[in-house]
């Protein structure tokens, strides 16, 4: 990454900040269920909070990349070990906050959902998958009515690991966040195998 901040950083910063509405959502989640009540404060106690102002306020301008990565790791954390306080209450609760993904999709799903390769891109411009340079996702294949690609190296693995849980988890809810940003619309998410991913229209 370059040492200035440029339209990449705040790409990263916008993917980041996403992913703590997630987050947020989550917690919410539990509070008004009353499943993990202290959630709130063992995340800030934790792994602390992040900061909601932009960008170019509160970056640490001399050391760019390692801002962002300590961002991505917090808030990676925070994903993992709120879903994880939660399923360890009760693993049933797993479809409910596949619902709790969904919802969150449908509020926040692209405008424009005609053509796949916008929608990837909408997703790839949203969705947490490391630094820039870990290349996560590669396309297989682009065409009008369908876009293919495959995930080269799970970059979130590590964090559910360390708080003790299922990465497998973490890939259902995603599905299910896709979904419902392509819930209504002419176009469907088609889980190829493991690591290859499809949307097209039909």
Not at 60 to 87: F, K, P, T
Not at 159 to 188: A, C, P, T
Request: one cysteine or more.
């Amino acid at each position: 990454m370059s040492k200035f901040l440029g339209p990449i950083h705040y790409w990263l910063y916008n993917k980041i900040e996403f992913q703590n509405e997630l987050v947020e959502r989550v917690i919410n989640y539990s509070e008004d269920n009353d499943i993990v009540p202290e959630l709130r404060h063992e995340l800030q106690q934790r792994y602390g909070n992040l900061e909601h102002s932009p960008l170019e306020e509160i970056i640490d301008e001399s050391n760019i990349h390692g801002w962002l990565q300590e961002r991505v790791s917090v808030v990676e954390y925070r994903l993992a070990y709120a879903v994880n306080s939660i399923l360890a209450k009760d693993s049933n609760l797993l479809a409910e906050l596949e619902d709790v993904f969904f919802v969150f999709g449908k509020e926040n799903a692209p405008e424009d959902r005609e053509y796949p390769a916008d929608v990837f891109k909408y997703l790839n411009d949203r969705l947490l998958d490391g630094m820039p340079c870990d290349r996560a996702n590669e396309i297989v294949s682009s065409e009008e009515i369908e876009v293919t690609w495959k995930r080269n190296v799970c970059v979130h693995q590590s964090y559910w690991e360390q708080v003790g849980g299922d990465i497998s988890v973490y890939y259902k809810l995603r599905d299910s966040l896709v979904n419902g940003m392509l819930f209504g619309s002419e176009l469907y998410y088609v889980i190829v195998d493991e690591n290859t991913r499809k949307i097209e229209r039909r």
